[in-house]
């Protein structure tokens, strides 16, 4: 269903920088924001080098004057480092944000433009929104603190090379181990261990979620126990996968400490001898000690990043998969080209394009007035009959012909966090006041039109949210209804009054009904059987 | 809002006091090392200035310092592990307690099965970054600035009465930042929450709008709804990093003003070299563990409101059954019954009378909404009633043992749950010792057109859900024959579903002497019922 175009790079960074130039002054916020970060941690470092080389010459017993400028220099990075790291968290967030709306505005327009109605989606909706999330922590997380040690890395060792290029070098390579190598390696072995638990970690979930389904079922016939043993057990086996990653990322944080050590102990073993045979001055020996020490508290949070980035380029890969998809179909439904009165299928064969035919030659038509009813067993792609009937996705083969005005109520209609009105108006952004509560008295749904819909518990029963999106139908003049179950998951006497009301609306209208319901098949005027 | 440690993850994870003690030593342990660093570097590096020379112990100084690294290497290692057993001992805990709860009140449809998901799993996992990350620095600082203290106390009492005077001053000055802005923060935090939410909510609608040809048209109201959710999460952003900032401030600064004081001291030669550095090395490990709190303060409030989200749901349940054998005399009576389901105003059983003989088939119907399911809930034990009271047999139905008494009924929801495996587990729920053939009888007699090795997916996938009535249907005659069950309790089905094999299952069943309670619309089935009775209809 979905091709992907070929990209020799990363999608993930290719995703980045495309967003990059999508900001406006992207990469100059981008790059303020990794100056200023690297500016915080290298005030950190600073701090600490310049102090020991403000007491080590104090030691000396210099004329206190020779001390002020060191003394300022110690003053001035103490406070900048607190106000960098303000200053670039905020820069640092904004490019962020602004990237992931950039991100968002692009998933929405590719989404928007491939039909979504009557598709197998499964949770990708839901997994999109939480997914385009990723970019926000990648860029405040993982890119812009990576870029910034970097960038600290390069400085702090350029400056010590000047006095014993050996520490300097020792420095160098331990600080890529500790900020680099060793996160990237726990990561890896961690998601070694992860991905085992992967499956463990999914049947956990799909027991809950059985357990949650079926509690009325497991307790009435006593297997309660059962249930919770079978998962408790399964519980088991995840901690032990989780404690084999946990060890992983111990013994990597353990080797971050080395790794200081090691930079710590070099610069004391190569800068004690180097001071005894005058090769270095004896005042810097204490910055070359006590540097690495404060270079090595900037990696701390490495380990974390490097988990965030395997789940974000993860996450941003299945973006990149949707961007990427070719559209399907029209997205919004579209006005017909050769309008009929109603609805007349003549030989059409339904599928998704550029895939298999679900259902072939389909021959049958909806007369204004008249109520056509659609059946057959589950799975036999009756919603995509109706995605083709509104002119979503073209017939593979065929002629169809359909009323311009198609309204089509649908059994997982969305309702919108808003008002009640505003809900109606997606039926039609133009209603008036009174046009919305006629729509609402003709659905039978007596709400508020100010009222607000999922916001401090002012939530709607199934029946109501069904009744508000027939609402949104009748907003408007429709020649062409196809309800798509209609009465799915109401109780009887719901689905009685409901329906009650939907007939009345319908009356002289094309009304195509997609159901399993006997009772509401019973109350059609012809049937359509699918096989 | 709550406290950095939960008390009733104290009272009730034993895991985690233990932890809490484990990870102060681990913090103590870790003192005794940052300063035994501090005094080897300071020793080494003061000799050398001072003496141009190496000091005659200067490999055994080496030494110390790689064992001292070593040592806090794998500190740093036990404190990770250590916090890992404690947070995965923590969630199975709460996992136990919280399937147990669900399983308590099976009527509860409050908490989503997806909700459920998420808080038995993803949910909890928030808990590792709280033992794995806040906690243990929560012990590092809750140790290691009193020792640390203590030793430049004892070297050099004027740079420690600056950190002493400092370093309370952090939490001070964040729980006064945090005041200060509170009712802001909550504000903008509203906002930018509710406009969070606006995305996601029009993702979701896009087949909605699609289908009113809005989906393109809508992408101005995208664009609008993210400037606005940056401008407030922006502004939420520029109160909240404020305290770090205070902390970074006060941490930083004090460690340069500990800095320039020696430096100026041992110029007047107040104070020795190897000293100053012992002090200039040690300051920064005073404030590092209190910065670290601060920096996983995050992970804190997301542990604390997960545990809080496993609490909430856990205290929940229901008391425990009663105990009582359930009597012989199986006369069910509803005397008086009132129940109000929570967050609602009118209630759904209201002053109901109603009495079921042994044997009787009763049929029960009424208007949607008038508690007819509620009803068959109450019966079962599901939910018991605010006032008024149900018996068995003259007993009190809350004081009966409600396994016992479930082991009477056989029981087929308005839309049963299917179980993942085939028809055939689904229909041994009933009565797990059932033979093949046994299974293959009571599907026939559910009137199922196929057979108990057909494979049935997550949530009955697989099956239509008449289907899935039948099978259980099937379930529950299979529990009347041989789990020795004396009642059929059968809840009204969806819309859509065709009866007409229940009214012959009822038949079937009140052949053998067994009694039903139905819930019905349907003509066939109430001709197949001994006595009708209304519920809903007058209070």
Redesign the interface.
Same mark, same amino acid.
């Given at each position: 269903m979905m091709s992907r175009r070929t990209d020799p790079r990363d999608p993930t960074l290719r995703l980045v920088t495309e967003l990059l130039s999508a900001v406006p002054h992207g990469k100059r916020r981008f790059s303020l924001a990794v100056l200023l970060a690297s500016m915080a941690s290298g005030a950190s470092v600073a701090l600490l080098g310049l102090a020991a080389w403000l007491i080590s010459r104090a030691a000396e017993m210099p004329p206190v004057l020779f001390l002020q400028s060191a003394a300022v220099g110690v003053r001035f990075f103490g406070i900048s480092r607190g106000v960098f790291r303000y200053v670039e968290r905020l820069v640092g967030h904004d490019v962020a944000l602004r990237m992931q709306s950039a991100l968002r505005i692009r998933v929405y327009d590719k989404l928007a433009a491939t039909t979504l109605i009557g598709r197998r989606r499964g949770d990708l909706l839901t997994r999109v929104v939480a997914d385009v999330s990723a970019i926000q922590d990648l860029v405040v997380r993982v890119i812009i603190p990576a870029l910034a040690a970097s960038l600290v890395i390069v400085g702090t060792t350029a400056m010590l090379a000047r006095f014993a290029p050996a520490a300097a070098l020792v420095l160098l390579v331990t600080a890529v181990l500790a900020g680099v190598v060793l996160p990237l390696l726990a990561q890896r072995a961690s998601r070694a261990a992860d991905l085992a638990a992967l499956p463990t970690r999914g049947a956990l979930a799909d027991g809950v979620r059985e357990l949650s389904r079926t509690t009325g079922d497991l307790v009435a016939y006593g297997a309660q126990d059962r249930v919770l043993v079978d998962l408790l057990a399964i519980d088991d086996t995840l901690r032990r996968q989780e404690a084999r990653a946990a060890w992983v990322r111990g013994i990597a944080t353990a080797a971050q400490v080395v790794a200081a050590g090691v930079a710590v102990v070099a610069a004391l073993a190569i800068g004690g001898p180097a001071v005894v045979s005058g090769d270095l001055h004896p005042r810097l020996l204490a910055v070359i000690v006590l540097t690495p020490l404060a270079l090595h508290e900037v990696f701390g949070a490495f380990a974390a990043a490097a988990q965030t980035w395997t789940r974000s380029r993860a996450a941003l890969a299945r973006i990149a998969d949707v961007l990427d998809a070719d559209p399907v179909g029209t997205g919004d439904v579209t006005s017909s080209e050769d309008p009929a009165p109603g609805l007349e299928f003549d030989g059409v064969s339904v599928g998704w394009p550029g895939s298999v035919v679900i259902q072939q030659g389909l021959d049958f038509r909806v007369d204004p007035g008249e109520r056509v009813a659609l059946v057959g067993p589950s799975g036999v792609g009756k919603t995509t009959v109706a995605a083709t009937a509104m002119g979503l996705i073209p017939p593979l083969a065929g002629t169809l012909r359909r009323a311009n005005r198609v309204g089509y109520l649908a059994q997982d209609a969305h309702i919108f966090t808003t008002t009640v009105a505003e809900n109606v108006r997606i039926g039609n952004r133009d209603a008036t006041d009174e046009q919305v509560a006629a729509a609402l008295h003709g659905a039978g749904l007596h709400l508020s039109p100010d009222r607000c819909i999922g916001e401090a518990g002012t939530t709607l029963s199934g029946g109501e949210r069904r009744r508000l999106a027939l609402a949104r139908v009748l907003a408007d003049e429709r020649e062409l209804l196809i309800l798509d179950e209609p009465t799915e998951h109401l109780d009887t006497a719901t689905a009685r009054a409901l329906m009650h009301d939907v007939w009345r609306a319908g009356e002289g209208r094309a009304v195509l009904v997609i159901t399993h319901d006997p009772e509401l098949v019973a109350q059609c005027d012809r049937v359509v059987r699918l096989s | 809002m709550a406290g950095p440690i939960d008390p009733r993850l104290l009272k009730r994870a034993g895991a985690t006091g233990q932890y809490l003690v484990a990870s102060v030593v681990v913090g103590l342990l870790t003192a005794v090392l940052l300063i035994v660093q501090a005094g080897l570097?300071a020793r080494?590096?003061?000799h050398?200035?001072?003496e141009?020379?190496?000091p005659d112990n200067?490999a055994v100084l080496?030494g110390g310092?790689?064992a001292?690294? &070593?040592g806090? %290497?794998?500190l740093?290692?036990?404190n990770?592990?250590i916090a890992?057993?404690s947070a %995965?001992s923590v969630?199975?805990t709460l996992?136990?307690d919280i399937?147990?709860a669900?399983?308590s009140?099976?009527?509860?449809s409050a908490?989503?099965? %997806?909700s459920?998901?998420t808080m038995?799993?993803s949910g909890l996992d928030a808990l590792d970054g709280y033992f794995?990350?806040y906690l243990p620095q929560l012990g590092l600082a809750a140790t290691v600035p009193f020792l640390v203290g203590g030793a430049i106390l004892l070297t050099d009492w004027q740079s420690a009465i600056i950190v002493a005077f400092t370093l309370p001053l952090i939490p001070v000055f964040m729980a006064l930042i945090g005041w200060t802005t509170q009712t802001a923060t909550a504000k903008s935090f509203t906002v930018a929450d509710?406009l969070a939410?606006?995305?996601?909510?029009?993702?979701?609608?896009?087949?909605?709008?699609?289908?009113?040809?809005? &989906?393109?048209?809508?992408?101005r109201g995208? %664009?609008l709804g993210?400037?606005q959710?940056?401008d407030a #999460?922006?502004r939420v952003?520029?109160v909240s990093?404020?305290s770090?900032?205070?902390?970074?401030?006060l941490?930083?600064?004090?460690?340069?003003?500990v800095?320039?004081t020696?430096?100026?001291r041992?110029?007047y030669?107040d104070v020795g070299?190897e000293a100053?550095?012992f002090v200039?090395?040690l300051a920064?490990e005073a404030f590092?563990p209190v910065r670290?709190v601060g920096?996983h303060f995050h992970d804190s409030a997301d542990g604390v409101a997960a545990a809080d989200a496993a609490f909430r749901f856990i205290d929940g349940a229901r008391a425990t059954s009663g105990t009582s054998p359930v009597p012989s005399d199986l006369r069910i009576r509803f005397e008086d019954v009132t129940y109000t389901y929570p967050?609602t105003d009118s209630p759904a059983l209201d002053g109901v009378d109603l009495t079921i003989e042994p044997g009787e088939v009763l049929a029960i119907r009424g #208007?949607?909404g008038g508690g007819k399911s509620t009803a068959l809930a109450m019966l079962?034990g599901?939910l018991q009633p605010d006032t008024g009271r149900v018996s068995v047999g003259g007993q009190d139905l809350a004081a009966l043992d409600e396994?016992e008494w479930?082991?009477h009924?056989a029981?087929v929801?308005?839309?049963?749950?299917?179980?993942?495996g085939t028809v055939a587990h689904n229909v041994l729920?009933?009565h797990p010792g059932a033979s093949s053939v046994d299974v293959a009888a009571a599907l026939r007699d559910a009137g199922a057109d196929f057979d108990g090795e057909k494979f049935v997916g997550?949530?009955g996938e697989g099956l239509?859900s008449g289907e899935r009535r039948r099978v259980?249907l099937a379930?529950a005659l299979l529990?009347i024959r041989f789990g020795g069950a004396r009642l059929l309790v059968l809840d009204?089905?969806? &819309?859509?579903l065709?009866s007409s094999t229940e009214a012959a299952a009822v038949h079937a069943v009140r052949a053998s002497g067994v009694g039903a309670v139905i819930v019905t619309?349907r003509s066939a089935v109430m001709a197949a019922a001994d006595r009708v009775v209304e519920l809903g209809a007058t209070a």
């Open positions: - | 570097l080494g590096i003061s050398v200035f001072l141009h020379s190496l200067w080496l310092l790689a001292v690294f &070593a806090r %290497a794998l740093s290692w036990l990770e592990t890992h057993r %995965a969630k199975s996992r136990r399937l147990t669900r399983l009140r099976p009527r509860d908490t989503s099965s %997806a459920m998901v038995v799993t794995s990350k509710r939410n606006h995305f996601a909510d029009l993702i979701e609608g896009l087949p909605t709008l699609q289908a009113f040809a809005r &989906a393109r048209a809508q992408r995208v %664009a993210e400037e959710y940056r #999460t922006m952003l520029y990093f404020l770090a900032l205070a902390l970074e401030l941490a930083s600064l004090s460690v340069a003003v800095a320039v020696v430096g100026f041992l110029v030669g070299l100053a550095l200039l090395v920064p590092l670290q920096v967050g #208007t949607s079962m599901f396994r479930r082991e009924l029981w929801a308005q839309e049963p749950g299917m179980i993942n729920l009933g997550d949530d239509s259980a379930r529990r009204e089905p969806t &819309a859509g065709d619309h």
